[in-house]
């Protein structure tokens, strides 16, 4: 395996909080960062349904607008734009650690078998 597999592995599974007698509740660095993820996409997403509604964003062309409300209007869509990455990125990177722990086990699993 490699060490950068290694080093994310370890980082994902980094505890912060568990509470005593649960396995099922515990508050990892990944869970952490990945919940602020969605606060923020949460949030963006609230922004920007909020210029929708008052009229301030158009599909079409921008005509008639300030130069600074079309910068507020910009900054916006490429604040919710990079949310929308950092959560799917989370997404695939909790994807991928759980698809891997479990062909871990399976292959624990099947080297015991092997072993019977």
Same mark, same amino acid.
């Given at each position: 395996?490699? !060490?950068?597999? %290694?080093?994310?592995?370890? !980082? #994902?599974?980094?505890?912060?909080? @568990?509470?005593?007698?649960?396995?099922?509740?515990?508050?990892?660095?990944?869970?952490?960062?990945?919940?602020?993820?969605? =606060?923020?996409?949460?949030? @963006?997403?609230?922004? #920007?349904?909020? #210029?929708?509604?008052?009229?301030?964003?158009?599909?079409?062309?921008?005509?008639?607008?300030?130069?600074?409300?079309?910068?507020?209007?910009?900054?916006?869509?490429?604040?919710?734009?990079?949310?929308?990455?950092?959560?799917?990125?989370?997404?695939?990177?909790?994807?991928?650690?759980? =698809?891997? %722990?479990?062909?871990?086990?399976?292959? %624990?699993?099947?080297?015991?078998?092997?072993?019977?």
């Amino acid at each position: 395996m490699p !060490l950068t597999t %290694k080093i994310v592995g370890a !980082l #994902m599974d980094l505890e912060l909080v @568990q509470f005593k007698n649960s396995n099922r509740i515990r508050l990892t660095l990944f869970n952490l960062m990945f919940s602020i993820a969605l =606060l923020t996409f949460a949030t @963006q997403t609230k922004a #920007m349904w909020n #210029m929708y509604e008052k009229g301030e964003v158009n599909t079409g062309r921008a005509s008639g607008l300030t130069i600074e409300r079309k910068a507020s209007i910009w900054r916006a869509e490429r604040n919710f734009w990079i949310t929308v990455c950092c959560v799917m990125t989370y997404w695939c990177l909790y994807r991928h650690t759980a =698809l891997r %722990k479990r062909y871990l086990v399976l292959k %624990k699993e099947k080297k015991e078998a092997k072993e019977e």
